[in-house]
C-alpha cells in the first residue's frame, strides 16, 4: 500500500463490476461442494471491496475540497450507479440465501450473514433505484450548502467550525457574539435547507411505500439492521433519559452557571465548564498526532500496531479548510484492510475528542478486518460500532495531559465526563425529532421548528437561546447533519454511550479486565446480534431502565468526586 496522497484513483467500471459479480454469481451457483461456493463468495467480495475502495478514494477527495470539479462530478457517477449496483448484489445475496450450502455457511459464519443477507433483499429493489439516486444527490446539495457557507467575525472569514471556537470564549459578549453570527448564517441559508430536507423526506417515504412498508421508519430500522428492538423499546429508552439522565444534566449545567458566575445559562455558555477557559490543546496537527501515537504505544501493543500503520500511509484528514465537508468520520479502503480519519480540527478539545474517537472506530476495523474473513463482519450496526469510538474516549484518558498545557489534561476528564453525560439529552431529541417527522403527514418547516422547540423543553429544559428569534422558533435542529445524511442514526449514539460509560465505571475498577472485554467486543466485529455482542463484552442492556438509573448514580458521584478537586 502507497500513502494515501499517492493512491491512485481510478473510476470504479459499473459494467465490469456487474460482469464479474455476475461471473462470480454464475460459479457460486454451479459449485458442487461447500468450498466452491465459498471461494465464488469471497471472489465477489474481492469484486466489490475494489469498487467500494475506489468510491472511498473519491468520496474522501471530494469531501476535502467539495469544489473540486473532477471528484465532484465522480461522486455524481457514484450516486448515479451505487443503487444499481445494490441490485446486483441482491441478486448474489438471494442466490446465498437460498443456496443449497446455506447450513454448512451458517456453521463456519454463524445466522448473524443470513439475517443480514434477508433484511438487504428486503430494503433493496429496482423499484427504488431513480428514488435512491435522487436521495443521494439530495445528500450530496445539502453537504455543499453547509460547507459553502462562511461569514467574516471580528475581522476574519469563518465558517461554522471557526464560530464554534468563539463560541468558547471566556468573553461571554464575544461568544454572545458568535453565537448570533453562528445562527444567522444558518438562517442564511435556512430556506434552502427546509427545502432540501423537504425533498428527502418526500424521496423517503417514496421509497418506503414502493417497498411495501408501512412508513419510512420501518424501513430506516430495517435498514440499519434493527433486529433486536422496536420504535416502541426507543421510545422507552428515551423515557428513561428524561427520568434518569436529564436530572443529572440539569445539575451539571447549574454546577456551570455557578462556576461561570451568571444569573443565567444561555445557549452560548453551556460548552464553556470553567470561567478562565476549557482545556485547550498546546499542539498543532503534527504534535497532535505525535502525542496520540504515543498515547497508544502506551495503551497497549495492538493499539500501538494500528496507530504506527495510521501514520505511516497518512491515513489522515484533520485540518480545518475552505470548502471541506462539516463533521468527522472513520470510513474504509476495503481492499487495504485500512481506515482512514476525517475530521475539521478548530484548536479546541473537541480536537482531542475527535481524534480519540475516530480512531476508536479506526481500531476497531483494523482489528476486525484482520479477524473476520467476511466483510460484512468487519463492522457491526451502529450502536455497538459508536461504543468502539467512544469507550476509546475513556480508555485514552490517562494520556490526556500529553495534548494540553500542565493542569489542563486534568480539568479535560471533568469536561469530557460531564459532556458525555449530558449530551444524551440531545442524542435523543435528534431521534425523536426524526419520529415525528416520519410519524405521519410530511410537517412543513414551521411546524418542524414547533416540534424541535417542544422536544427541546423536554429533553434539555434549562437551554435558552436569549433573544435569538431564529434558535427560539426551533431553528437549531438543522444545524445536526446526521438528520439530513443519516436519518434515524443519532440515537445509536445514545445507547452506545450508556455502553461507553459503563466501560468507564468498570476500568476505575478493574482496568485489565475492562480492556480485555473492549478487545473482544473489537475482535468479534458484527458477527453476532445487538444483546448477543453485549452479552459477549459483558455489557448490560441499554434499554432496561435498571442499567440507565445505574449509569446516571455512577456517573454522577464521579463527577461529584471530580469537582471537588478542580
Known amino acids: 500500500m502507497e500513502k494515501f496522497k499517492d493512491l491512485k484513483y481510478i473510476r470504479p467500471s459499473f459494467e465490469e463490476t456487474e460482469k464479474a459479480v455476475y461471473e462470480a454469481l454464475k460459479s457460486f451457483r454451479e459449485a458442487e461442494d461447500y468450498e466452491s461456493a465459498k471461494n465464488a463468495l469471497l471472489k465477489k467480495q474481492d469484486i466489490a471491496n475494489e469498487f467500494r475502495t475506489m468510491a472511498s478514494i473519491a468520496h474522501i477527495r471530494h469531501d476535502v475540497d467539495m469544489a473540486d470539479p473532477f471528484y465532484d462530478e465522480e461522486i455524481q457517477y457514484l450516486n448515479s450507479v451505487g443503487p444499481k449496483l445494490s441490485i446486483v448484489m441482491k441478486e448474489f445475496n438471494e442466490a446465498l440465501a437460498a443456496s443449497k450450502f446455506r447450513k454448512e455457511f451458517e456453521e463456519e459464519f454463524g445466522c448473524q450473514l443470513f439475517k443480514l443477507l434477508d433484511a438487504d433483499i428486503r430494503t433493496n429493489s429496482p423499484e427504488v433505484i431513480e428514488e435512491r439516486i435522487q436521495e443521494a444527490g439530495l445528500v450530496n446539495e445539502y453537504s455543499k450548502i453547509a460547507a459553502s457557507c462562511k461569514t467574516v467575525f471580528r475581522g476574519k472569514e469563518c465558517n461554522f467550525y471557526g464560530l464554534l471556537k468563539h463560541m468558547l470564549s471566556t468573553d461571554r459578549q464575544e461568544r454572545k457574539e458568535a453565537l448570533e453570527s453562528w445562527a444567522a448564517l444558518y438562517e442564511s441559508v435556512s430556506d434552502q435547507l427546509d427545502d432540501v430536507y423537504g425533498r428527502l423526506c418526500a424521496v423517503r417515504r417514496r421509497i418506503a411505500d414502493k417497498l411495501g412498508f408501512e412508513n419510512y421508519i420501518d424501513l ?4 440499519r439492521h434493527r433486529f433486536d428492538y422496536t420504535p416502541k423499546d426507543i421510545e422507552r429508552f428515551r423515557d428513561a433519559v428524561v427520568s434518569y439522565i436529564v436530572p443529572v444534566a440539569e445539575k451539571i449545567h447549574e454546577g456551570q452557571r455557578r462556576r461561570l458566575g451568571v444569573e443565567k445559562l444561555e445557549y452560548y455558555d453551556e460548552q464553556l465548564f470553567f470561567k478562565d477557559g476549557n482545556s485547550t490543546p498546546d499542539k498543532d496537527t503534527a504534535g497532535m498526532i505525535e502525542a ?10 495492538e493499539t500501538g500496531e494500528f496507530f504506527d500503520f495510521m501514520v505511516e500511509y497518512d491515513l489522515f484528514d ?3 479548510k475552505p470548502n471541506k465537508r462539516l463533521g468527522g468520520y472513520c470510513t474504509g479502503l476495503p481492499k487495504y484492510k485500512a481506515p482512514f480519519i476525517f475530521s475539521n480540527f478548530n484548536k479546541t478539545s473537541a480536537d482531542t475528542e475527535v481524534l480519540t474517537h475516530e480512531a476508536g472506530h479506526a481500531f476497531e476495523s483494523y482489528i476486525a478486518n484482520r479477524k473476520q474473513i467476511l466483510s460484512e463482519y468487519t463492522h457491526s450496526t451502529s450502536e455497538i460500532n ?6 476509546m474516549e475513556f480508555f485514552t484518558e490517562p494520556w490526556y495531559p500529553l495534548f494540553y498545557p500542565q493542569g489542563e489534561g486534568e480539568h479535560y476528564v471533568y469536561e469530557h465526563l460531564a459532556d458525555s453525560l449530558a449530551n444524551i439529552t440531545y442524542l435523543v431529541s435528534v431521534d425523536e425529532f426524526q419520529h415525528r417527522v416520519f410519524e405521519g403527514e410530511q410537517p412543513d418547516a414551521k411546524k418542524l421548528r414547533e416540534n424541535w422547540k417542544a422536544i427541546e423543553e423536554k429533553f434539555m429544559p434549562w437551554r435558552s437561546y436569549g433573544d435569538n428569534r ?5 431553528g437549531f435542529w438543522m444545524q445536526k447533519q446526521h438528520i439530513f445524511m443519516y436519518p434515524f442514526y443519532y440515537v445509536d449514539y445514545a445507547l452506545a454511550m450508556i455502553c461507553a460509560l459503563q466501560f468507564y465505571l468498570k476500568m476505575r475498577e478493574d482496568r485489565d479486565s475492562a480492556w480485555k472485554d473492549y478487545m473482544k467486543l473489537c475482535s468479534l466485529g458484527g458477527s453476532l446480534g445487538y444483546f448477543d455482542l453485549l452479552k459477549e463484552a459483558d455489557l448490560k442492556n441499554p434499554f432496561e431502565e435498571e442499567t440507565i438509573r445505574q449509569i446516571a448514580q455512577g456517573v454522577s458521584k464521579v463527577l461529584e468526586q471530580l469537582e471537588q478537586d478542580l
Do not use: Q
Not at 292 to 301: C, F, G, V
Not at 470 to 474: D, H, P, Q, Y
Open 470 to 474: 431564529f434558535l427560539n422558533e426551533g
Open 292 to 301: 496520540a501515537r504515543k498515547m497508544y504505544r502506551e495503551l497497549s501493543k
Open 386 to 391: 459508536e461504543i468502539h469510538s467512544m469507550a
Open 220 to 223: 430506516a430500522y430495517l435498514s
Open 318 to 320: 484533520l485540518e480545518t
